[in-house]
C-alpha cells in the first residue's frame, strides 16, 4: 500500500540532499513536490496545501535542529506533521455499555460485513468478550447467509430474523437477545446502498436512535480515494459517527483518504483492514502508517504481530528439542504456520525498514511456503522426525509426492541443516561463540 506516495514523497525529500542548510528556495522546491504527490494520491488539494505550508512554516523557523542534516530534518518534518494530519494518537474505542452496541455503517461493497465478522474476532481473542452479530441488511441479496458464514468461521454466533423487513426490529431484538443470553458486546451490521441516498439515511438513522449506540462506526473502501471522504462527510452529516475504519488497505491503494479523512470529518481512523483473513485488522496508528508512507517501515506492529501468536510453552518445548538435537521438520511445520497467521505476506515484509524500494515491483505470494509445505507433507513421520534418514530413493518419492524437483528437495534438507546447526549454536552461550567465529571470517 502507499507504494506511488512513498516513491514520490522519496523523491521530493531528495531535493535536499547535498544542501548545507535549509533556506526559503530548497524548501519551496521540495514542498512543491510533496504537494504534488499528495494530490496524485488522491488528498485533497486545500488539505495538501495547508500541509505544505504548515511544514514550510516549521522548517524555516528550525534553529534548535541545525545540527541535523536538512533533508534529515525535513523528513522528521513530515513525518510528525503526516502523524497529526492522520489523528495524532491511536484511538480507543468505547465498550463501556453492557452489553456495548456497535453499529456499523457504509455504502455497499466498502467490506463492511465482513469487516463486522473481524471485528467480533479482534474483541474475541484480544479483549477476551463475547460478541454477538446482528444482521439487519434485509435488502442485499444472501447479506444474512454471507454474515452468517462469517460468524461459522470465528465461531460468534448471529442474530438475524428472516421474516422480517424491519432492520430497526431486528436491531432492537438483537439487542435484547444479547441482554438475556450473556452477550457483552452487540456489532450491528446495517444495510449499505451503492450511493449516499435518503432513505439509507433515514434507515440508519432510525436505527441509531431506536438503539443508542456506544460506538457507531463508517466503513469506508480507501481504494475509493477522495470519494470515501466525501461520503464520511455526508454520512457524519446524518450520524455523528464516532470513528473511520478503512477497508482493503492491502491493495493498490493511493492513500487519499487515509490522510486527509480526519481533517475533512473531524473524526479518528479507529481501525484498518489489510487484507482478506479475520485476523487482517489493525489498530489504526497514525505515527505507524507515517513511517511506512515515508518508507521507514513499522517494526513495532511487526513484534506485536509475531509476539501474538508467541506461545511460552511451546517456546520452551522448542528449546529443548534444539538442546537435544531432535529438532525436526513437524516443528519447522509449526513455525510455518506461526508466521502465516501473522498477515499478509508483503504487508509484513513491508513492515521492515528498508525494504520498500526494493518490495516496489517483487511479487511476494502469500503462497509462499506452499512448495515448503508440500515437500514436508510427503515426508513419512519417520523422516520428519529423522531429516537424516532421507537418502536418494526417500528423496524421489518425496518429490514426486509433493510436485516439486529433487533439487528443490535438496534445497529444503540444506536450508534446514543449516538452520539446525545455526540455532543449536545459539542454545547456551552459542551466540557468542558464533560472533567469535564471524569475527574471524571477516
Not at 522528521?76 to 489523528?87: F, I, S
Not at 463486522?116 to 474483541?123: D, Q, R, T
Request: some cysteine.
Amino acid at each position: 500500500m502507499f507504494d506511488n506516495l512513498s516513491d514520490k514523497l522519496d523523491k521530493a525529500l531528495h531535493i535536499l540532499k547535498g544542501h548545507g542548510q535549509i533556506t526559503e528556495i530548497n524548501v519551496a522546491e521540495t514542498l512543491k513536490e510533496v504537494r504534488r504527490a499528495l494530490v496524485d494520491a488522491d488528498v485533497n488539494y486545500k488539505i495538501a496545501k495547508e500541509f505544505t505550508a504548515t511544514v514550510k512554516e516549521k522548517a524555516l523557523g528550525q534553529d534548535v535542529l541545525k545540527s541535523l542534516k536538512p533533508g534529515q530534518l525535513m523528513v522528521k518534518l513530515v513525518k510528525d506533521e503526516l502523524t497529526e494530519l492522520m489523528g495524532g494518537d491511536a484511538a480507543g474505542i468505547n465498550l463501556s455499555g453492557n452489553p456495548s452496541v456497535i453499529l456499523m455503517s457504509g455504502l455497499q461493497g466498502s467490506g463492511k460485513t465482513t469487516f463486522s465478522g473481524k471485528l467480533a474476532n479482534f474483541l474475541k481473542n484480544k479483549k477476551t468478550k463475547k460478541p454477538l452479530l446482528v444482521a439487519c441488511d434485509v435488502y442485499r441479496p444472501a447479506a444474512i447467509d454471507q454474515l452468517h458464514i462469517v460468524g461459522e468461521q470465528i465461531n460468534i454466533e448471529v442474530f438475524s430474523d428472516r421474516g422480517n423487513n424491519d432492520p430497526v426490529a431486528i436491531a432492537k431484538a438483537g439487542v435484547d437477545y444479547a441482554k438475556a443470553n450473556g452477550f457483552n458486546v452487540v456489532i450491528i451490521d446495517t444495510a449499505g446502498r451503492l450511493a449516499v441516498d435518503e432513505v439509507m439515511m433515514t434507515e440508519i438513522a432510525n436505527i441509531h436512535k431506536a438503539v443508542t449506540p456506544d460506538e457507531t462506526l463508517f466503513v469506508v473502501d480507501s481504494m475509493t480515494g477522495q470519494d470515501a471522504v466525501n461520503t464520511a462527510k455526508a454520512f457524519n452529516d446524518v450520524l455523528n459517527f464516532d470513528g473511520v475504519i478503512l477497508t482493503k488497505l492491502d491493495g493498490d491503494t493511493r492513500g487519499g483518504a487515509a490522510i486527509s479523512i480526519k481533517s475533512v470529518v473531524h473524526k479518528p481512523i479507529k481501525f484498518i483492514g489489510t487484507g482478506e483473513k479475520m485476523e487482517a485488522i489493525d489498530v489504526f496508528y497514525p505515527s505507524r502508517m507515517a513511517d511506512r508512507i515515508l518508507g521507514m517501515g513499522d517494526v513495532v506492529s511487526l513484534v506485536e504481530r509475531a509476539q501474538e501468536q508467541f506461545d511460552e510453552e511451546e517456546a520452551r518445548k522448542l528449546q529443548k528439542k534444539i538442546a537435544k538435537n531432535q529438532f525436526g521438520f513437524d516443528d519447522f511445520l509449526k513455525q510455518i504456520q506461526q508466521i502465516k497467521k501473522m498477515g499478509n505476506m508483503k504487508d509484513l515484509v513491508g513492515m521492515i525498514p528498508g525494504t520498500g524500494k526494493m518490495m516496489k515491483n517483487m511479487d511476494i505470494d502469500d503462497d509462499a511456503f506452499k512448495h515448503i509445505e508440500a515437500i514436508i507433507h510427503s515426508m513419512t513421520p519417520a523422516e520428519r522426525s529423522k531429516p537424516q534418514i532421507i537418502n536418494a530413493s526417500r528423496k524421489k518419492r518425496i518429490g514426486k509426492g509433493s510436485g516439486t524437483s529433487i533439487q528443490q528437495v535438496n534445497q529444503l534438507l540444506k536450508q534446514f541443516d543449516q538452520m539446525s546447526k545455526m540455532m543449536k549454536m545459539m542454545q547456551g552461550g552459542g551466540g557468542k561463540r558464533m560472533m567469535q567465529m564471524m569475527g574471524k571470517m571477516r
